[in-house]
């Protein structure tokens, strides 16, 4: 491009998790550039934290030079309050980020406007910006990785729900032990998989999802038989919600969707094993938008935000 075009306008999306702070400019077709990252600095506490937020968004104003910069936009861990983009509730270290505002804080900072999402929220916008949902009125996405979560889209926009929870799936009752729930995530994430290979291997050392994964691509049959119950109890606990919300697709990304036909295929039979014969109609389809995609959808959402600000 020469200097004398105009660049499209730039989003700064950054992504908050608990090992990393990641960040870039996103452009309105999903580009990626620039991309910046950090250790998340938990020993500093919640100022360092912000301080780190600030200091990337700082350097990517610097790369973005003369390109007009629509907003910021946070995907993050946790439950985020959609109206006030202030994370409510956050398991792990980044509880800490409870109830601070850090919208205001950016805000203050760059005078651009904020938007913060919960990152899966953010990578389902991504996918019904440029993946499978971009064509679908209404889907479920599952976000199946170490953790697991998901978000539904109805009638094209993010369904929050009235208090900013809609799509925790990973909190559905997946069973019960004497009088106490065990949580789907317990069971059918990365880390419940994880947990269980290891209860029953009896292995001197933690053995982490990643490895299982190998192990069941080299014949392991323990492996392999973890997967597809974790895939199943997802899929089967899922069936009653897919029947509930009757979306058009289900859409899934992460981490456990990649494996193959030993989870893929185990999920998917458990999901439709008692849907009515209508929502044998619903298309299971795997996400497109993967590496990155909490960020690309926040930056996404500037650029719709901004795209409205203009009818």
Not at 195 to 211: G, L, P, Q, T, V
Not at 232 to 238: A, D, F, K, N, Y
């Amino acid at each position: 491009m020469t200097h004398n075009q105009t660049r499209p306008p730039t989003s700064i999306a950054i992504n908050m998790d608990i090992d990393s702070i990641v960040a870039a400019l996103i452009y309105a077709d999903g580009t990626v550039e620039n991309l910046q990252f950090v250790t998340t600095p938990h020993g500093g506490g919640i100022d360092a934290i912000l301080q780190a937020v600030v200091v990337l968004c700082r350097r990517l104003q610097k790369e973005a030079q003369d390109t007009p910069i629509i907003g910021i936009g946070v995907s993050t861990i946790g439950l985020v309050q959609h109206t006030t983009g202030t994370i409510i509730h956050a398991d792990d270290t980044l509880s800490l980020l409870e109830d601070v505002p850090i919208g205001d804080v950016l805000k203050t900072e760059f005078n651009l406007p904020v938007r913060i999402e919960n990152n899966v929220n953010a990578m389902a916008i991504a996918e019904m910006v440029l993946g499978t949902g971009q064509d679908c009125d209404s889907f479920l996405y599952i976000h199946a990785d170490k953790l697991l979560n998901g978000a539904v889209v109805q009638s094209g926009r993010i369904s929050h729900g009235s208090h900013s929870g809609a799509g925790q799936i990973g909190q559905l009752v997946a069973g019960w032990m004497a009088e106490k729930p065990i949580r789907l995530a317990q069971k059918a994430s990365g880390m419940g998989i994880a947990s269980d290979y290891n209860m029953r291997s009896r292995k001197f050392r933690e053995i982490d999802i990643n490895d299982i994964i190998q192990f069941s691509h080299h014949g392991d049959q323990l492996a392999i038989r973890v997967i597809r119950d974790g895939a199943h109890i997802l899929g089967s606990v899922l069936s009653p919600v897919v029947n509930l919300i009757d979306p058009e697709r289900v859409i899934v990304g992460g981490l456990l969707a990649s494996i193959g036909d030993v989870w893929w295929k185990t999920f998917q039979a458990a999901l439709v094993q008692h849907s009515s014969p209508v929502l044998n109609q619903v298309e299971i389809v795997r996400a497109e938008i993967e590496e990155h995609a909490g960020m690309v959808g926040t930056g996404l959402l500037l650029h719709q935000v901004a795209a409205m600000s203009q009818k």
